[in-house]
């Protein structure tokens, strides 16, 4: 019976010592306390693409710049899932299409009857894509009004490049039914156009778009791109906000003259739960140290001061009031 009762209290003895360990060893490593609770996870869309490094961009300079923090990369399926990801707060931050960003958060289109109103802008003026038409230079077509009854190749099923372009074409009067298309990528698209088995090719894209490029450096096939006209811009713009219309360089493809067009947007937004203070820190943080962001992909060297506030969402109060600060916001 007594050796029972030793034994008994040795145990005891044996977990007042583990407790006491883990005790010290909590209170000597100070940094488990501050991380935990203060993560920050970025969703980066795939590897490979271009938010994934310049997600690495914003990490390096919170990680750099605002301490007790701990920043997670994650990948993701891309401008979709992204922003799902922020809207939920299953991530704090991420790169997304200005487009998806405004159905998340108003409840429409792709995102009806799944509305994610806690989606915020930290911040925009990341290069998007301009849209490509691409016409053989033989063909005559000179107006968006003249695809009514073309083969077109229109990219990839569920992709930017087919809501873009059949957004637009309402515009000219012209709808889906008016044409028959061919879901096929970019380079297939292209390809099919010098073959002759379709009238046009569309790609959105940053510029130089790599298939578009590559038929004007062979030059072995004359091409033309149509412009959109400026009133059937101003009316689609006026409609679809988080477009943008650029101008397409001459020297960019040798065709000797500009080239207007519709162009996509991308921006970073931020979940809305996340607090005004920290929000603040990490936009003073990213628009001063710019460098990371416009080395981390040619998309991040459009990013500036200027251009970063976004007027067609609502901008996080931390990052508003670091743009009020500058200037750029009223």
């Given at each position: 019976?007594?050796?029972?009762?030793?034994?008994?209290?040795?145990?005891?003895?044996?977990?007042?010592?583990?407790?006491?360990?883990?005790?010290?060893?909590?209170?000597?490593?100070?940094?488990?306390?501050?991380?935990?609770?203060?993560?920050?996870?970025?969703?980066?869309?795939?590897?490979?693409?271009?938010?994934?490094?310049?997600?690495?961009?914003?990490?390096?300079?919170?990680?750099?710049?605002?301490?007790?923090?701990?920043?997670?990369?994650?990948?993701?399926?891309?401008?979709?899932?992204?922003?799902t990801m922020v809207g939920?707060?299953?991530?704090?931050?991420?790169?997304?299409?200005?487009?998806?960003?405004?159905?998340?958060?108003?409840?429409?289109?792709?995102?009806?009857?799944?509305?994610?109103?806690?989606?915020?802008?930290?911040?925009?003026?990341?290069?998007?894509?301009?849209?490509?038409?691409?016409?053989?230079?033989?063909?005559?077509?000179?107006?968006?009004?003249?695809?009514?009854?073309?083969?077109?190749?229109?990219?990839?099923?569920?992709?930017?490049?087919?809501?873009?372009?059949?957004?637009?074409?309402?515009?000219?009067?012209?709808?889906?039914?008016?044409?028959?298309?061919?879901?096929?990528?970019?380079?297939?698209?292209?390809?099919?156009?010098?073959?002759?088995?379709?009238?046009?090719?569309?790609?959105?894209?940053?510029?130089?778009?790599?298939?578009?490029?590559?038929?004007?450096?062979?030059?072995?096939?004359?091409?033309d791109m149509p412009?959109?006209?400026?009133?059937?811009?101003?009316?689609?713009?006026?409609?679809?906000?988080?477009?943008?219309?650029?101008?397409?360089?001459?020297?960019?493809?040798?065709?000797?003259?500009?080239?207007?067009?519709?162009?996509?947007?991308?921006?970073?937004?931020?979940?809305?739960?996340?607090?005004?203070?920290?929000?603040?820190?990490?936009?003073?943080?990213?628009?001063?140290?710019?460098?990371?962001?416009?080395?981390?992909?040619?998309?991040?060297?459009?990013?500036?001061?200027?251009?970063?506030?976004?007027?067609?969402?609502?901008?996080?109060?931390?990052?508003?009031?670091?743009?009020?600060?500058?200037?750029?916001?009223?």
């Open positions: 019976m007594k050796s029972k009762k030793i034994g008994f209290m040795t145990a005891w003895l044996a977990v007042l010592v583990v407790i006491a360990v883990v005790g010290i060893s909590s209170a000597a490593d100070p940094k488990k306390e501050t991380i935990k609770g203060v993560n920050i996870s970025i969703s980066a869309g795939p590897a490979g693409g271009a938010y994934y490094p310049l997600s690495v961009g914003m990490s390096e300079i919170i990680g750099k710049n605002i301490p007790g923090y701990k920043v997670d990369v994650v990948t993701s399926a891309g401008s979709i899932e992204n922003a939920r707060g299953e991530s704090e931050i991420s790169i997304t299409n200005g487009d998806v960003a405004h159905e998340a958060y108003t409840g429409t289109g792709r995102y009806e009857k799944k509305k994610l109103p806690n989606i915020r802008v930290l911040f925009g003026g990341i290069a998007g894509g301009p849209l490509h038409v691409v016409v053989p230079k033989a063909s005559g077509i000179k107006s968006y009004a003249q695809m009514k009854g073309k083969r077109v190749a229109i990219g990839p099923q569920g992709g930017s490049t087919p809501y873009m372009a059949l957004s637009l074409l309402k515009y000219y009067g012209v709808q889906k039914s008016d044409m028959r298309l061919s879901y096929l990528n970019y380079e297939d698209g292209m390809q099919a156009l010098q073959d002759g088995h379709v009238d046009v090719s569309m790609a959105v894209g940053p510029m130089p778009l790599p298939s578009v490029k590559q038929m004007a450096t062979f030059g072995k096939f004359a091409f412009s959109v006209e400026s009133d059937k811009a101003q009316a689609f713009l006026k409609d679809y906000p988080f477009f943008n219309l650029v101008t397409i360089p001459a020297p960019m493809y040798g065709l000797g003259y500009e080239v207007k067009t519709i162009s996509s947007t991308n921006i970073v937004v931020v979940n809305a739960k996340v607090s005004e203070d920290l929000v603040y820190r990490i936009t003073k943080a990213i628009f001063e140290n710019l460098g990371t962001m416009h080395t981390a992909h040619p998309a991040g060297k459009s990013i500036k001061l200027e251009n970063a506030p976004v007027r067609y969402l609502p901008m996080h109060p931390g990052s508003e009031k670091y743009f009020r600060e500058k200037g750029v916001m009223k």
